[in-house]
């Protein structure tokens, strides 16, 4: 699975470089990016198995693919799609960012909605998809490399609202990555 996102993620850099040769266009860019995750579980309940059974903050690593598109010099809108593996589970993160460039710097900041959908057999009584916001800053190394920094935090509850659980339990992510990401 890993390698086919791999081979799928080069195919597209290389569509897309052919592609901008082909028509100059340099408002539209393909990006990946690969880097380290932290995912902090906040939950609170009575029942002594969520807090064992399911994610418990492992770190893990990520590898994703954006398509950046300038609306005008400042501003752009990101879509992107991740994939992220840790000791304990798999998620894939779909997300539509708002970016805006600081002029005149190399600085940036993005921020926007985010989809995170567990993958994986033993997830009852834990729902698969989660509503994220995320925030985060970015600085352009070169006109191919950037660095960024982000923090997702989720709204929705992972436990479903049925017996055993009360309901005022929850069970929520948080995460914390750092990533090196390649421009095409």
Same mark, same amino acid.
């Given at each position: 699975?890993?390698?086919?996102?791999?081979?799928?993620?080069?195919?597209?850099?290389?569509?897309?470089?052919?592609?901008?040769?082909?028509?100059?266009?340099?408002?539209?860019?393909?990006?990946?990016?690969?880097?380290?995750?932290?995912?902090?579980?906040?939950?609170?309940?009575?029942?002594?198995?969520?807090?064992?059974?399911?994610?418990?903050?492992?770190?893990?690593?990520?590898?994703?693919?954006?398509?950046?598109?300038?609306?005008?010099?400042?501003?752009?809108?990101?879509?992107?799609?991740?994939?992220?593996?840790?000791?304990?589970?798999?998620?894939?993160?779909?997300? *539509?960012?708002?970016?805006?460039?600081?002029?005149?710097? $190399? #600085?940036?900041?993005? !921020? =926007?909605?985010?989809?995170? /959908?567990? @993958? *994986?057999?033993?997830?009852?009584?834990?729902?698969?998809? $989660? #509503?994220?916001?995320? !925030? =985060?800053?970015?600085?352009? /190394?070169? @006109?191919?490399?950037?660095?960024?920094?982000?923090?997702?935090?989720? #709204?929705?509850?992972?436990?479903?609202?049925?017996?055993?659980?009360?309901?005022?339990?929850?069970?929520?992510?948080?995460?914390?990555?750092?990533?090196?990401?390649?421009?095409?």
């Amino acid at each position: 699975m890993f390698r086919d996102l791999l081979v799928a993620l080069l195919f597209m850099g290389i569509f897309e470089s052919a592609q901008s040769q082909a028509f100059k266009s340099p408002s539209v860019n393909i990006s990946v990016q690969a880097g380290y995750l932290a995912i902090d579980p906040s939950y609170s309940t009575f029942y002594p198995e969520v807090s064992g059974a399911f994610i418990t903050g492992e770190a893990g690593l990520f590898i994703g693919v954006n398509y950046n598109l300038r609306l005008n010099r400042d501003f752009s809108i990101v879509p992107e799609v991740s994939f992220i593996s840790n000791k304990e589970s798999v998620h894939y993160r779909v997300a *539509g960012l708002v970016e805006y460039r600081i002029p005149s710097t $190399g #600085f940036y900041s993005l !921020g =926007g909605p985010q989809v995170n /959908i567990l @993958s *994986g057999n033993s997830l009852n009584p834990y729902d698969r998809a $989660g #509503f994220e916001l995320i !925030g =985060g800053i970015g600085y352009d /190394i070169s @006109s191919s490399f950037y660095l960024e920094g982000r923090y997702s935090h989720e #709204f929705t509850n992972r436990l479903k609202p049925e017996a055993p659980f009360e309901e005022d339990d929850y069970y929520r992510f948080r995460s914390y990555s750092i990533g090196l990401g390649f421009r095409f």
